[in-house]
Every structure is written in C-alpha cells, then in structure tokens.
C-alpha cells in the first residue's frame, strides 16, 4: 500500500461503513461494545475504543509489511502481537488504502464461492 497524503475530509468508521458497503456480505454489528463489521460472521475490523483507531483483521505476511513500509499509519501493540490485526491511524490511512486493506481483510474471511461471485460481477461491469 502507498504512502497517499490524507485529504481534508478525516477517515471516520462511517468512511469505513461506506468503503465496505460495496463488498458481498457485510455485516455491521459491535465487538466490545464498539463498531464493527463482519462477514458471514467473521470479525473483518472493528474500531478501537478510543474512537481513532481500527483493528483490522489480515494475514501476519501482509501485516509486517504495512508496520515497516508505514509505522505511522500502522501498528500493534502487545495485544495484538500474536495475533492476525494490524491497527490502522484513521487520521493517517488514506481512503484507497483503507479500501485496498479490507477488501484483502474481506477476502481472506468470505466464503470462497461469495469471492468468486464478486470477482465474476466486479469483472464483467
């Protein structure tokens, strides 16, 4: 993912409602009490409760790339170490890159078949 320049308008969790909105299967609910989305019941992200961060779930490979490539839009903390999330800065992660970072995170919890479907769809529009 790139380093975007951020625009005027801050990222926000409805900006992360709006982005995965376009993907099959969505859930919004809550995960500890804060916002969250899900697929087919499968956590996807969900937002920190400080309210400026969002937990993210993706593979470990993918993760320690953003940590290096951008530790000042991404990070970790003891918590989540052992685990598959990356945290991302709203203030900081621009909207493709938001985009870009759950969509993979969609992929990789979304039933196989609802992948394909969304590929064939996104393929002949």
Known sequence: MSARKRTANPVTFDTVREIARVLPGIEEGTCYGTPALRVR????SRLKEDGETLVV????????????????????????????YVLV??????????????????????????????DRASASS
């Open 57 to 84: 779930k993706i593979d470990f490979d993918t993760r320690d790339v953003l940590l290096q490539a951008h530790p000042d839009t991404y990070f970790i903390t003891d918590h989540y170490a052992g685990y598959p």
């Open 41 to 44: 019941g499968k956590l996807l």
């Open 89 to 118: 800065r709203l203030a900081k992660v621009s909207c493709d890159d938001l985009a870009k970072l759950l969509e993979d995170s969609w992929r990789q919890a979304a039933p196989k078949r609802l992948v394909a479907e969304y």
